[in-house]
């Protein structure tokens, strides 16, 4: 129980300084710099493509090495740091490589779900709803909290608050976890290595080092999830990117654009929780059928948006558009865990975060860029057309999954609550 508390609170309060910065970057960025949305979109997209970048890294090294404790002790530590110099960004340039550094830091997040797996091993799968709902009011609490700071001391007073939180997931990830020791995952025995029978039974002979092999691969199929969720979230973060400028049309101080923009994240905990206790013992098609119905909520979400004459119809958005991510989210997560063998698990979600990063880097420059030219509504009917592109790539997964023989891994849940590995993605940036 204190271990699972331990989990929860470290991505909670990851979710609250990520989403706290997403939040306030791009009010900071145009009110305060008086910078263009096109130039706003880049500095939101700065931090998303240092994820892309060292993401699969991270997740690469960790998956020959291990280690994944100290590499995330180090990572949050190196977040709060850069996260609480945006305090001094007062030019573009400045901004921009503070965006970067932190999100380079950040890309180590995604190993808190291959801990958390290893740790509870066949109670991964039934602790994913809770381990999600506290990432995701973490990220809703983040925007309310930081918006009310944000009218108090002012936008470039807040960043310091809130960078002081990831000391504490280091401070929890060295004090109270502790990392499985388990054999090095890349080398067999050699038939004469210490220890090995012989073909007739007996010890070997003769003591020789352990060879090395290759890691296994990451199946090909789920790269059409990954391409899945780089258009629907690129389209996604197109509009968040822009939202809480959005929002100013609708309600003026930055507390109150903080609580609509964080009510969202607020009730995902409850959708999350419902959908994970659904979804433990169903089959994997059932996975990539909460993903469909998640990317058609979201368009339709869209439209509510779009159309809104109200802060009432905005409200109605959020909570359309934290059903639909819930699904989303639980979907592709429990999927990857099922279809990624062990060996292969830290790099297949990191590819997932590099899918979600990348979008999360194309997204803004999309948005600001489109918000320029046609005004933010406009942009919200372009980005809901575009994000219908990842339906093709859905729906080639899984004609695929059909046509797989079922045999004892489609046909039974223990691969998913035996797994030793990331249970979910935990991934920045997608919170929406």
């Known amino acids: 129980m204190r271990l699972s ?13 990520f989403f706290s910065f997403i939040f306030l970057v791009p009010l900071y960025a145009r009110e305060e710099l008086g910078l263009s949305l096109t130039a706003t979109g880049f500095v939101v997209a700065a931090s998303s493509i240092a994820v892309i970048l060292f993401s699969p890294v991270w997740g690469a090294l960790t998956d020959r090495f291990g280690r994944k404790r100290e590499v995330l002790a180090l990572g949050y530590a190196l977040f709060a ?19 970067f550094l932190q999100g380079a830091a950040f890309a ?3 190993l808190l779900t291959a801990l958390f797996a290893d740790l509870f091993g066949k109670d991964a799968a039934r602790r994913f709803g809770g381990f999600s709902a506290a990432n995701a009011l973490g990220w809703g609490l983040g925007s309310l909290i930081s918006g009310v700071l944000a009218d108090w001391v002012g936008i470039r007073g807040v960043f310091p608050l809130v960078a002081g939180l990831p000391l504490l997931s280091t401070t929890l990830l060295l004090l109270v976890v502790r990392e499985p020791a388990r054999a090095h995952p890349h080398t067999h025995p050699h038939p004469h290595a210490p220890g090995h029978l012989s073909a007739s039974g007996s010890p070997a002979a003769s003591p020789v080092a352990s060879a090395p092999t290759a890691l296994p691969k990451v199946p090909r199929k789920l790269f059409y999830l990954y391409a899945t969720i780089f258009a629907r979230h690129s389209a996604a973060v197109a509009l968040w990117a822009m939202f ?3 929002l100013r049309a609708f309600v003026e101080s930055r507390g ?8 969202n994240m607020i009730v995902q905990p409850l959708f999350m929780v419902i959908l994970g206790r659904w979804a433990e013992g169903k089959d994997r098609r059932s996975m990539l059928r909460m993903v469909l119905w998640g990317i058609l909520g979201t368009i339709v979400t869209f439209g509510v948006y779009a159309t809104a004459q109200g802060i009432v119809q905005i409200l109605v958005g959020q909570l359309m558009i934290a059903l639909a991510w819930s699904a989303i989210f639980i979907g592709l997560n429990l999927y990857i865990m099922e279809a ?3 060996g292969t698990r830290g790099r297949a979600f990191g590819y997932l975060q590099s899918s979600l990063t990348g979008a999360a880097a194309l997204g803004p420059l999309l948005g600001g860029t489109l918000a320029d030219a046609l005004g933010i509504r406009g942009m919200i009917w372009v980005v809901a057309a575009l994000m219908a592109t990842s339906l093709p790539f859905l729906w080639k997964l899984m004609a695929l999954d059909r046509r797989e023989r079922p045999g004892p891994e489609a046909a039974s849940p223990e691969p998913r609550t035996a797994a030793k590995e990331p249970a979910g993605c935990g ?4 919170g929406k």
């Open 5 to 17: 508390w331990a989990f929860n609170l470290i991505t909670f309060t990851s979710g609250f300084t």
């Open 81 to 99: 740091l850069v996260s609480a110099l945006h305090a001094f960004a007062e030019s573009l340039p400045v901004l921009v490589l503070l965006r």
């Open 108 to 110: 180590t997040n995604p």
């Open 244 to 246: 809480p400028l959005y």
């Open 256 to 263: 109150a654009i903080g609580a609509v923009n964080g009510i």
């Open 340 to 342: 990624a063998p062990p």
């Open 427 to 430: 991934c920045p940036g997608s």
